[in-house]
């Protein structure tokens, strides 16, 4: 029998790259369904390590979108959808850890934000754009949370855990300058 040369598939990588951005915020989006197991087993540090890497989704979609042309409409509302999905875990850790405290005020504030501009934008009302406030309020608030709930309870620095509560407060009063 003859030997038959293995030709190597051909890929379009310019195809491929399309699809970069969409699945980054699939990967936000979902981050409950692999971030939630981490954390009640107790892995704490591949939690922090994982919630930081999947924080930075948010950016690098985005960014690969807009470099490589690619924006799509469906695109836009994963990222929005991976936005609420990521911080709704970490608001929700956030209920779940803190005792009673005034930092339920900041995480109530954020709560009411994100469901009532998921709400409108579900409703197809699009006076609610992002804005750059909002945007300003979303990285504040991804690193709030994630520094006080994903790294802080791992590296146990409480000075770290400080900084991420301010975060939130901060993000608490971009939201509601946001919303105004």
């Known amino acids: 029998m003859a030997d038959v040369p293995l030709r190597q598939p051909i890929i379009n990588w310019v195809e491929v790259r399309h699809f970069v951005p969409n699945t980054l915020s699939l990967i936000r989006l979902l981050s409950p369904l692999y971030l939630v197991p981490l954390y009640l087993t107790g892995h704490l540090l591949l939690f922090a390590v994982t919630t ?75 006076r609610y754009k992002p804005s750059r406030v909002a945007k300003i309020k979303m990285f504040i608030e991804m690193t709030g949370l994630v520094v006080t709930f994903g790294v802080s309870m791992t590296l146990q620095f409480v000075w770290l855990n400080d900084v991420g509560l301010l975060g939130l407060w901060v993000a608490a009063g971009l939201a509601i300058w946001s919303a105004l």
Do not use: Q
């Open 52 to 126: 930081v890497l999947t924080a930075t989704t948010d950016w690098f979609d985005g960014y690969f979108a807009r470099r490589w042309k690619c924006e799509t409409e469906l695109g836009g509302k994963l990222d929005i959808y991976g936005d609420k999905s990521f911080c709704a875990l970490f608001l929700g850790i956030g209920l779940s850890m803190l005792e009673i405290s005034i930092h339920h005020v900041a995480i109530a504030i954020l709560i009411t934000y994100h469901v009532s501009v998921t709400m409108m934008r579900l409703a197809g009302v699009t």
